[in-house]
């Protein structure tokens, strides 16, 4: 059976540098970061003195107060990027096609604040206080739901859980279910919003987190001196679209998505396997699926963390699978930008790397000042890059060995 082509029709973000993708795009292009002090939980509680927060934000620009107070803020934010990625798109969601139209959004962690806010509750009042939204705002797959539920979308509806790997899981099960003919249409992609007491506490507790206090160079992936991640929050969301289903209606085309690749590592629960071979495996099975040969790539945003194991592997990674061309490919992290949004970071970098293809720009990793001799490729340092870009891959690569990557190319 012939694969069913499938394309990306609209966008739609909230993330540390401007609450739609436009804006996103842009200071990401400019190199303006969205990293600043940490204000949503108390930092003088934790080593980690910054993070890559969502600015502004108001849910009742697109859903009532009362609907608001029954989403944790992971969910308003998926429900914020779909109703713009729709809006994007063009797409009708109507009684006769929203059976055909479906939802994979997917959380890393869901719920958390909720969790926190009303554990307090049950302990200083007991569990006569504690909200009867409680467990619907905590589960991870209720933005999903509650996407579903605004847009009328009443085709496939799940939830990827993969750690930092979910968007992209996301976006590539999502594609595979319009790929197979289960749908015309799907809403896709991460949302995350983890900036809250516990999940400071456990990624400091673990060291993952940079202890830099200067938000200006807290995040430089593929930096010899980078010294962890930055917590981020927001989601990123893509309207993929069977390719006639598109075509008929005149939908506006950013790129085509050709390429799926999940592994696993089979080795630590937070730790990459050595010489990231999971991620290799995964990069191999998107360039295979999409039809491509490695040297047809031309840019790779990568999961660039800022952390020493990942960054380092991740360049064995693609040196494993590109042989010469990897000297050739531009490389960026816009991590070092957006901050690290779990799975979010995925949704957000499928958008990015579509836009590069578009505009044919490709964003910097900015804070790159000293050279490792064990990440030594073309990372697109400190400043944007004009070049034409026919195919992109977006790697994302999860604790618990999720290994993720995605491929787009320009639309003929």
């Not at 309207?239 to 999940?262: D, P, Q």
Request: charged share 20%.
């Amino acid at each position: 059976m012939d694969k069913r082509r499938v394309v990306v029709t609209g966008v739609g973000a909230v993330t540390p540098l401007g609450n739609d993708a436009e804006t996103t795009w842009n200071n990401l292009i400019t190199g303006v970061s969205g990293i600043g002090p940490l204000t949503r939980v108390n930092a003088d509680d934790f080593p980690a003195k910054v993070a890559a927060e969502v600015k502004e934000f108001d849910p009742t620009d697109f859903m009532e107060k009362k609907d608001a107070r029954k989403m944790d803020r992971f969910a308003q934010f998926a429900v914020a990027a779909s109703i713009m990625a729709v809006k994007d798109s063009g797409l009708d969601i109507n009684e006769e096609n929203s059976e055909q139209v479906g939802v994979w959004i997917g959380s890393g962690i869901g719920g958390m604040e909720t969790f926190e806010n009303q554990y307090q509750n049950f302990l200083n009042k007991g569990y006569r206080r504690v909200s009867p939204f409680f467990v619907p705002m905590l589960i991870p797959d209720m933005a999903a739901g509650q996407v579903s539920i605004t847009l009328g979308a009443r085709g496939v509806n799940s939830c990827t859980v993969t750690a930092c790997a979910t968007g992209t899981n996301s976006i590539g099960d999502a594609f595979k279910v319009i790929q197979r003919g289960d749908a015309l249409a799907m809403v896709t992609g991460g949302a995350e919003a983890p900036i809250t007491n516990m999940s400071v506490a456990g990624f400091c507790a673990n060291t993952a987190l940079s202890t830099n206090p200067d938000p200006k160079t807290a995040c430089r992936p593929f930096d010899a001196d980078r010294d962890g991640f930055i917590l981020g929050e927001g989601a990123g969301i893509v309207v993929l679209e069977e390719l006639e289903h598109a075509l008929a209606r005149g939908a506006h085309i950013y790129a085509e998505i050709v390429g799926y690749g999940s592994t696993g590592d089979a080795y630590h629960i937070t730790a990459p396997a050595p010489g990231g071979e999971g991620g290799a495996r995964a990069m191999k099975m998107a360039i295979n699926d999409g039809g491509l040969k490695p040297e047809e790539i031309d840019y790779i945003n990568a999961h660039g963390t800022s952390t020493a194991y990942n960054d380092k592997f991740e360049t064995a990674a693609i040196k494993e699978i590109f042989a010469d061309h990897a000297t050739r490919l531009a490389i960026s992290s816009t991590k070092s930008m957006t901050g690290h949004l779990l799975g979010a970071a995925g949704g957000i970098e499928a958008i990015i790397s579509v836009l590069s293809i578009k505009e044919g720009i490709i964003p910097p990793t900015i804070n790159y000042v000293t050279s490792d001799p064990e990440c030594d490729l073309d990372y697109v340092p400190n400043e944007a890059r004009k070049q034409d870009v026919t195919a992109a891959m977006s790697n994302s690569l999860g604790f618990g060995g999720h290994n993720a990557t995605i491929v787009f190319k320009k639309y003929n």
